[in-house]
């Protein structure tokens, strides 16, 4: 029972951020459950419960949709658009609107332990991802780009990112360390959030997390997510185009 309460749970959740307003009765309907069911999803279920809303004539919303783009996920970003707007912003003017960003939704900007330079290293290993990406002919441009991703609105839904890059099958959430050597804590860190990011994003896209590590070179392997038997991949600044072609596989086309 608690597996087809979570799958009802989610279905709810997905359709509601996939309309424009929709009601309890449409919500039953579309989906084959008991207008009981519906009901016990909307007030039961934490994603909804925090990143949905009903208007005055109970329609409900999502504050996050599940469509390209993803519109919401600016309002939980530092700084959130489209690879060619990324590629094509001067340096300055992308790190100013990060920090206008991030202060609007309540990132710590405490620079003692180098935020700034290390919001400057995601930058530049960003742009050569991008950059190699552009010479292999992938079509990236048009991919949605957010930096300091917060989700936090509320007591229940807790949703971290360095950075997320949204293509249009899969969605990968960037964990970046200044270091050279993989830690476990950091591998968990750096997985934690894939099962809430899929319920957000919708199961149109598949989920993967990465460690990013931006003081290694030539780096690209696999480490074991502590207490699983699953592994999330490992790459050093410059090899990280080989995180991104082992989910699209453009270098076999």
């Given at each position: ?5 979570a ?9 509601i951020?996939s309309?424009?307003?929709i ?7 579309e989906l ?6 519906v009901n016990?999803?909307l007030y ?9 809303y009903h208007?005055d004539e ?5 504050l996050i949709?599940q469509?390209?783009p993803h ?7 530092g ?15 992308w790190l100013?609107e990060?920090?206008?960003?991030c202060?609007?939704i ?6 003692t332990?180098?935020l700034?330079h290390?919001f ?10 991008f950059?190699d990406l552009?010479v292999?002919?992938?079509?990236c441009?048009?991919w949605e780009l ?14 971290y ?22 830690e ?6 750096a ?7 899929e ?5 149109k ?5 990465a460690l990013?590590l931006?003081?290694a ?6 480490a ?9 991949p ?5 090899m ?6 082992e989910?699209l ?5």
């Open positions: 029972m608690p597996g087809r309460y799958d009802m749970d989610r279905a709810v959740y997905s359709l951020c309309r424009d307003g009601t309890a009765r449409e919500i039953a309907h084959g459950l008991t207008r009981k069911e016990q999803c039961r279920y934490p994603f909804i419960h925090d990143l949905c208007d109970y329609r409900w919303h999502g949709r469509a390209v519109e919401g996920l600016r309002d939980y970003s700084w959130y658009g489209y690879v060619s707007e990324f590629m094509s912003q001067d340096e300055q003017i100013s990060l920090e206008q960003g202060a609007a309540g990132r710590n900007l405490n620079d332990r180098g700034i290390s400057l290293d995601c930058r530049e290993t960003m742009r050569g991802l950059g552009r292999y002919g992938v079509a441009d048009g957010a930096f300091e991703l917060r989700i936090k609105r509320a007591r229940w839904v807790r949703i990112a360095d950075v997320l890059v949204v293509t249009p099958t899969h969605a990968f959430s960037l964990e970046f360390k200044m270091k050279d050597q993989t476990e804590d950091e591998v968990s860190q997985a934690k959030y894939v099962p809430y990011l319920v957000v994003l919708g199961p896209v598949d989920v993967v997390a990013v931006t003081r070179r030539d780096l690209f392997c696999h074991q997510i502590p207490g699983t038997t699953a592994e999330l490992v790459a050093s600044a410059d990280l185009f080989n995180v991104f072609d989910y596989g453009f270098l076999a086309e």
